[in-house]
């Protein structure tokens, strides 16, 4: 970046603390009010000098997620709550249909021992599963990573293989086709049946069919998600009186005239 970018970059890093400082100073304002809102303030894409995340406009990702650096996510890709992606020293790209479930990590290795660069490449219709950790490796086509595993430096995970939950793949093992890989360190278990290698593909469809509901229910504003709460309630006292239910407010729950009022 030369010195004009910088110069822009600073530029703009201070007009968005002052926009944060002011959103600060309304909410104090607000009083308590604030805390009843809904919608997530979390930055999600971060920039970092020149490198951008590039995500697909029909990708879902959270909006507890953050997306760092040089990141590229894919069509109908998914990235869920609490994953951090994270592109400093290198690049990490994830293919088209591929989810990676919640509070999972994927970063990246300038480089090995031997000098090899080492970006984190993950392809098309992978399942990542929850918490798992995938640091400098690459992960191929229609590959399942199980819950909690962790991938090092160097791993490859052939199209087809499946890594068991919680398995820790050490440094530059490969992970043949149609095979799944368990335990600390990981090892060879079995193969995998024809209905398991089906199972694989049908798991992503299935996420990318559920962010789908996610991804429209998080573009949903504040006052949209007020209406739908009242029209929730509504529903639910309509519905209580074509059964004749009288629903009691429990006596803890009412403010008599000469209640303490909240400061």
Not at 99 to 112: E, F, G, R, T
Not at 140 to 158: I, K, N, R
Not at 224 to 250: A, C, H, Q
């Amino acid at each position: 970046m030369g010195s004009l970018g910088r110069a822009f970059y600073t530029v703009g890093f201070w007009i968005r603390e002052t926009g944060q400082a002011l959103d600060r100073l309304g909410c104090r304002l607000q009083g308590k009010y604030y805390f009843q809102e809904q919608l997530s303030r979390h930055r999600v894409l971060m920039n970092l000098f020149d490198k951008v995340p590039s995500v697909h406009r029909e990708a879902f990702v959270a909006p507890s997620a953050s997306i760092i650096g040089d990141v590229k996510v894919g069509r109908h890709s998914s990235i869920w709550y609490g994953c951090v992606l994270r592109g400093d020293v290198n690049s990490v790209s994830i293919g088209t249909g591929t989810n990676i479930q919640d509070n999972s990590l994927v970063h990246v290795a300038k480089s090995n021992l031997t000098g090899k660069v080492l970006p984190t490449i993950i392809g098309n219709n992978v399942t990542v599963g929850h918490s798992a950790v995938l640091h400098g490796c690459t992960v191929e086509d229609e590959a399942f990573v199980g819950m909690g595993a962790t991938l090092l430096d160097g791993v490859v995970v052939e199209k087809n293989a499946m890594i068991a939950a919680g398995a820790l793949v050490r440094q530059n093992t490969r992970i043949p086709c149609g095979e799944v890989w368990g335990g600390n360190p990981a090892k060879f278990l079995r193969k995998l049946t024809e209905e398991e290698i089906s199972f694989i593909s049908q798991s992503a469809l299935n996420y990318s069919n559920l962010a789908q509901g996610h991804a429209a229910e998080n573009a949903k504003s504040l006052d949209e998600n007020e209406f739908e709460k009242v029209l929730r309630k509504k529903k639910d006292e309509d519905y209580d009186s074509i059964l004749g239910v009288v629903r009691e407010t429990p006596p803890e729950l009412i403010l008599t005239d000469n209640a303490p009022k909240a400061s």
